[in-house]
């Protein structure tokens, strides 16, 4: 599950297994309940993401069915005018993999990634489109 909690920060939220069992890197944080894994990388900064405590919440609309999860948020620099966020999440069965290898080029106007032989352009200007090359 992603969200967003504050134009400064990029939230980020994997259930089950408490952080403590996360591997978290400059930039990035792997997780992994020893069948299936779930890496989160920042793509644009180095900044090693702080890690927080477990919590227990409700992800449904039952109040009885409580899940633990833990989360992981990147924090960013507040009082910027603007501010890019390009993360990348890879998931995986058994043990985590080697990280892909992603550069993205940042322009004046856009932040394009190159994937799967694929370049996804993400612009910086309203309506923020989505295109790829």
């Known amino acids: 599950m992603i969200g967003s909690n504050s134009a400064d920060r990029g939230l980020k939220?994997?259930?089950s297994k408490p952080l403590s069992t996360a591997t978290v890197?400059?930039?990035s944080v792997t997780v992994t309940n020893e069948k299936s894994w779930?890496?989160?990388?920042?793509?644009?900064?180095?900044?090693a993401p702080a890690v927080e405590a477990s919590l227990v919440t409700q992800l449904s609309g039952d109040s009885r069915n409580l899940t633990p999860i833990s989360r992981v948020n990147f924090v960013y620099p507040a009082g910027a005018a603007s501010l890019?966020?390009?993360h990348?999440?890879?998931?995986?069965?058994?043990?985590?993999?080697?990280a892909m290898h992603v550069t993205p080029n940042t322009t004046g106007e856009a932040i394009e990634v190159s994937l799967?032989?694929?370049?996804?352009?993400?612009?910086?200007r309203s309506p923020f489109t989505v295109s790829v090359k």
């Open 38 to 47: 779930l890496r989160c990388r920042d793509l644009l900064s180095a900044e």
């Open 25 to 27: 890197d400059k930039g």
């Open 13 to 15: 939220i994997s259930p």
């Open 116 to 124: 799967g032989g694929k370049t996804y352009v993400f612009s910086k």
């Open 88 to 98: 990348l999440i890879e998931v995986g069965d058994g043990t985590p993999g080697q």
């Open 84 to 86: 890019a966020l390009v």
